[in-house]
């Protein structure tokens, strides 16, 4: 198999896995929460009673979620709008200063032990 072919099928594959992976996180969140009770909640205080289908609530709610995820992650865009760093490449960043420090720290204890 030629090998740009099966980078490619990894990358499909990986890609794969995050997105359900990332669902199922979401889901379970909103499971831990009880966010069906809560718009159950929602619609009774505001209008006596709770639909027995889907309802605009969670339509909106799952809208809004989509495109703030797609929004605060600058994603799907083929010019960034801004030149800020993204979430991710600020924890890297972060992770990468740590790692650094570490080694560092590391190396002035084996001094003084020395």
Same mark, same amino acid.
């Not at 740009?4 to 929460?33: E, P, Q, R």
């Not at 889907?54 to 801004?82: A, D, P, R, T």
């Given at each position: 198999?030629?090998?740009?072919?099966?980078?490619?099928?990894? *990358?499909?594959?990986v890609g794969i896995?995050?997105?359900?992976?990332?669902?199922?996180?979401?889901?379970?969140?909103?499971?831990?929460?009880?966010?069906?009770?809560?718009? *159950?909640?929602?619609?009774?205080?505001?209008?006596?009673? *709770?639909?027995?289908?889907?309802?605009?609530?969670?339509?909106?709610?799952?809208?809004?979620?989509?495109?703030?995820?797609?929004?605060?992650?600058?994603?799907?865009?083929?010019?960034?709008?801004?030149?800020?760093?993204?979430?991710?490449?600020?924890?890297?960043?972060?992770?990468?200063?740590?790692?650094?420090?570490?080694?560092?720290?590391?190396?002035?204890?084996?001094?003084?032990?020395?």
């Amino acid at each position: 198999m030629d090998r740009n072919l099966w980078t490619i099928i990894k *990358a499909i594959l990986v890609g794969i896995v995050i997105f359900f992976g990332s669902g199922f996180s979401i889901m379970a969140f909103h499971n831990d929460i009880g966010i069906v009770n809560l718009f *159950a909640q929602i619609y009774e205080q505001s209008l006596g009673k *709770a639909p027995e289908s889907i309802g605009g609530l969670e339509i909106g709610y799952s809208i809004g979620l989509s495109l703030g995820i797609l929004i605060f992650f600058n994603h799907f865009s083929l010019k960034k709008k801004e030149t800020d760093p993204t979430p991710l490449q600020v924890e890297m960043s972060k992770y990468e200063q740590d790692v650094e420090d570490t080694i560092e720290r590391i190396k002035e204890k084996e001094k003084q032990q020395s």
